[in-house]
């Protein structure tokens, strides 16, 4: 059983961000991020792998978008240089992504397998899954096995960060999810002033130090990676 005293706060090494999140995410925990496509929730795992990368934490991520080397170059695009780490054996990348058609019977395969390998995992403290929601024709019994193995990751000691596109599995497994989630958070995209910007905003993170601001605004540069927009954003 983990209790609050175990909890270490990653910077993610871009200081403003980090201030807002009063110095950066908790670890150990289990984090979801939730969000349309184009809204920047790859942009905030990466920032969160970063952080870690950083802090010389070995780490594994899991795409189902692109090959190494794809990844590698997309995080580049990004803004985020991660080949050096990469090139250190600091993480690695494996692609859950089926050359074919992804029938049921291959995502479960690739469920299960993704199960058994976050259960049998040694050496290494970051999980990043991206997207959980591309296992989306998997038995939901199954997927949900898949989420505690990942969970249980986390309640060893190691942080798990899993994508998730909205509307793309069952409402009830996507409340089973975030209840078993240390963190969730939520992008988006709003217009303001006639600027197409991307909002964070942050329902639930717990160990997160108290006064932390739950609605960032940003968008992805380049050159920069995450770039904070001076722009406050009401919620109705």
Known sequence: MRTMSFIEIIPTGNEEFDIKLGGGFPHPSFIVIEGDHGS???AIAL?????FLLKEKKSIVITSESSPREFLLKASASGFELENFYIRGLFRIFTMRYPG???????NFIAKRLSDFALSLKGYELIVVDSISYLN???EPLLYETLVSL?????RGGTTVLTLHPNTLSEELI???KNMADGVLKTSVAVVGGRRVKVLSVPKLRGAPPGIETSITFDVDPAFGIKLIPIMISHA
């Open 40 to 42: 920047g929730k790859t």
């Open 47 to 51: 920032l969160i792998l970063k952080g």
């Open 101 to 107: 058609k992804l029938i049921q019977k291959i995502s």
């Open 137 to 139: 024709g998997s038995d």
């Open 151 to 155: 969970k249980k990751f986390a309640e």
């Open 175 to 177: 409340t089973k999810m």
